[in-house]
């Protein structure tokens, strides 16, 4: 299925997946078409130097790829797609989450528009722990019944986020201003978790309503760190090359 195609309907939110893991990616991106309608979202991936050969792979899976010469790290990142998207909603993942039932759209939404949320963090799923003991990937098959288990269960991470939901317009409330413009995440502040600490605290400051909510996704990355199978893109010696890079927004 070519999703260039699918230019139909009237999408409602672009999903922006940077990625480095080509492991990884291909099971996010699936997981986005498997429970999310090609014609209310719209896909970004921003290839952060990942090994030949992914752009024949899931190029044909998403509406943009942007393949960077270099490891631009996540906040980076993260800035290209508010800047190249004017979907009301925004959802930013990484290459190791997967979305787990088609429930998790509408509801997300649902939950936004109700209370009139600007930004929303989505919890990991509790079943991903005895997955990463395992050494396991890939969700497994979610029924209705594991779904609302998994909203009952999953972890809080305050702070923390392995998706985040916000609407199109709240990007100029919450982000930085330079000579270049305005950017929704800091690119001086590394590694993730970091940003993560940085956008919570500053919605804090903002009196911004937004909330952490058990609405699940599946975060894979903590086995590739405890088996060592592959070193996580934030740290390492790619940061060098993150911090003498240009700015992003100069490339577009």
Request: aromatic share 10%; net charge negative.
């Amino acid at each position: 299925m070519n999703l260039l195609e699918h230019k139909k309907g009237t999408p409602i939110n672009t999903f922006i997946v940077p990625f480095l893991h080509h492991d990884m990616i291909e099971d996010c991106v699936n997981s986005i078409w498997k429970h999310c309608n090609p014609e209310q979202h719209r896909l970004i991936v921003v290839d952060n130097s990942c090994e030949e050969g992914m752009y024949e792979k899931i190029h044909d899976k998403c509406h943009l790829y942007i393949k960077s010469y270099r490891n631009l790290g996540c906040t980076k990142s993260w800035n290209i797609g508010p800047a190249l998207s004017h979907t009301k909603y925004l959802t930013i993942i990484g290459d190791d989450t997967q979305i787990i039932h088609e429930k998790w759209w509408p509801e997300v939404q649902e939950e936004m528009e109700k209370n009139d949320y600007n930004m929303i963090f989505c919890h990991p799923c509790h079943l991903t722990e005895p997955y990463k003991k395992e050494g396991k990937y890939t969700a497994p098959e979610f029924t209705d019944e594991m779904w609302e288990e998994a909203k009952q269960k999953s972890g809080d991470m305050v702070g923390r986020y392995n998706a985040i939901v916000m609407k199109r317009e709240f990007v100029n409330t919450l982000g930085y201003e330079d000579e270049l413009g305005h950017f929704l995440f800091n690119e001086d502040l590394y590694p993730c978790h970091i940003v993560d600490r940085d956008t919570w605290a500053r919605t804090n400051e903002l009196g911004i309503e937004r909330i952490g909510l058990h609405l699940p996704v599946w975060h894979i990355r903590g086995v590739t760190c405890q088996r060592g199978i592959k070193k996580i893109h934030d740290v390492g010696p790619t940061v060098i090359g993150v911090e003498l890079c240009p700015k992003v927004r100069w490339h577009l």
